[in-house]
């Protein structure tokens, strides 16, 4: 029998991939950068499945149900780890070590399991992996590795990560430079230029506020994330920062400008040595100097939003103000 004219042809089922949200795991999501981006990836339409300690959807140490998150999901993102901003006892090395490498290799394990693994899988690396820099900078290409905790915690993280390859799964190590955003390192630094200490830390090798100082604005990293998931061609390790590092001297300045805080007071390695005593924090932190480029990412055409300290600190304290 033939439909009248002004009959609608049923709609034909939606298949399962228009029907489905793409997924996205999020191991280590309790963390500044994690939450910003469950909400970011939400916001994009992702079906967000979250992995960490305590309120999470899978918990470390719960092998079926990380199988189970990990199996048929488009993304696998590992931010997990202890904060560096700590006091190096042994106590906390282990910690800081075992928080990112054993969280890696369970995570690996279960990618190694399932049927149907993720077609990608970022892990969060440190561009601290890098030597002391103040004679060239940093880049994918011809980037030196370094000494120290630090550095050994970065190389045996990454380690691990490549350790754990399996085909059809695209990995890729996010050698981050210092992260800005709400409940960064920025905090400390804003917190001494408000009492007055906003001037350049000196002691460093580099001389007075001379070191390097390479960051980059959380969107940009979830920008950047974006940008690797669309782009097959990456794999490997990827130098995620601004193409615009500054010196010491003028990251203090410029939050100086920002803040509207007239002068700053240096600080002398010695006084470093005492805050962070105080604070159960490390020199290093400050003192280091790290120069890096994200050489890759402009040579394959990321553009970033923030490349500029100055506007990247007016919209990330702008935002903190507004909710204060």
Do not use: C
């Amino acid at each position: 029998m033939t439909p009248p004219k002004d009959a609608k042809a049923p709609k034909p089922p939606k298949t399962p991939k228009e029907s489905k949200a793409r997924r996205v795991v999020i191991a280590g999501a309790g963390g500044f950068m994690g939450t910003y981006f469950v909400a970011k990836f939400r916001a994009d339409g992702y079906s967000v499945v979250t992995i960490g300690r305590s309120g999470a959807d899978a918990s470390w140490g719960d092998t079926v149900a990380i199988e189970a998150a990990i199996d048929g999901a488009d993304l696998l993102l590992n931010l997990a780890g202890k904060s560096v901003n700590a006091r190096y006892s042994e106590k906390v090395k282990t910690a800081i070590l075992g928080s990112r490498v054993l969280t890696t290799g369970e995570l690996g394990r279960a990618v190694e399991s399932v049927a149907r693994p993720p077609r990608l899988w970022l892990n969060a690396s440190t561009a601290t992996i890098y030597r002391h820099a103040d004679d060239r900078p940093m880049t994918d290409d011809t980037g030196e590795l370094g000494q120290g905790f630090s550095v050994n915690v970065a190389t045996a993280w990454e380690r691990e990560f490549f350790a754990h390859h399996r085909k059809g799964v695209r990995q890729v190590a996010l050698r981050l430079a210092i992260v800005l955003g709400d409940g960064s390192a920025l905090k400390p630094l804003v917190a001494l230029t408000r009492l007055g200490f906003g001037g350049p830390q000196r002691g460093g090798k580099s001389g007075g506020g001379r070191q390097w100082f390479s960051w980059i604005h959380i969107e940009d990293v979830y920008r950047a994330i974006r940008f690797i998931e669309a782009d097959a061609t990456f794999e490997g390790t990827v130098n995620v920062s601004s193409p615009q590092p500054v010196r010491n001297r003028d990251l203090m300045a410029t939050l100086r400008r920002v803040l509207g805080v007239g002068f700053g007071l240096p600080l002398f390695r010695w006084m470093i040595e005492l805050g962070s005593f105080a604070i159960r924090s490390e020199s290093e932190l400050l003192l280091k100097s790290r120069w890096v480029l994200p050489t890759r990412l402009q040579r394959e055409g990321f553009v970033f939003q923030y490349p500029e300290l100055e506007a990247a600190l007016r919209n990330i304290l702008k935002r903190e103000q507004i909710r204060d």
